[in-house]
Nanobody
Framework: QVQLAESGGGLVQPGGSLRLSCAAS????????VGWFRQAPGKEREGVSC????????FYADSVKGRFTISRDNAKNTVYLQMNSLQPEDTAVYYC???????????????????????WGQGTQVTVSS
């Protein structure tokens, strides 16, 4: 059974915006840290952003700081990634991930989340091109 599902990807021009959604099918995401990651063709999956469950603290990779915003809507059991000022280098499949582990915060190197999660969605394609 699918536990996480991403949506909201698409094709946008440079400078455009998208809002990605990560929804849980069986669990309340408000209990867990949730991270956003992306993977471009031929590259490793890289951390983009993460939001903690307790204090709601947020972390961003340097490459997206000031452009992306992560947030929660607990009533909708959804974590969002608002992406503004998109650039071609943002093109990738975007995934959300979590360990469904109570009390475990975002794991980061610097401010970049690490891809340590056991559970992932299927991914949503983001393409930035003119």
């Amino acid at each position: 059974q699918v536990q996480l599902a991403e949506s909201g990807g698409g094709l946008v021009q440079p400078g455009g915006s998208l809002r990605l959604s990560c929804a849980a099918s069986r669990f309340g995401l408000d209990y867990y840290a949730v991270g956003w990651f992306r993977q471009a063709p031929g590259k490793e999956r890289e951390g983009v952003s993460c939001i903690n469950s307790g204090d709601g603290s947020k972390f961003y990779a340097d490459s997206v700081k000031g452009r992306f915003t992560i947030s929660r809507d607990n009533a909708k059991n959804t974590v969002y990634l608002q992406m503004n000022s998109l650039q071609p280098e943002d093109t990738a499949v975007y995934y959300c991930g979590t360990d469904f582990a109570l009390g475990q915060p975002c794991i980061t190197q610097g401010t970049t989340p690490r891809a340590t999660y056991e559970y992932w969605g299927q991914g949503t394609q983001v393409t930035v091109s003119s």
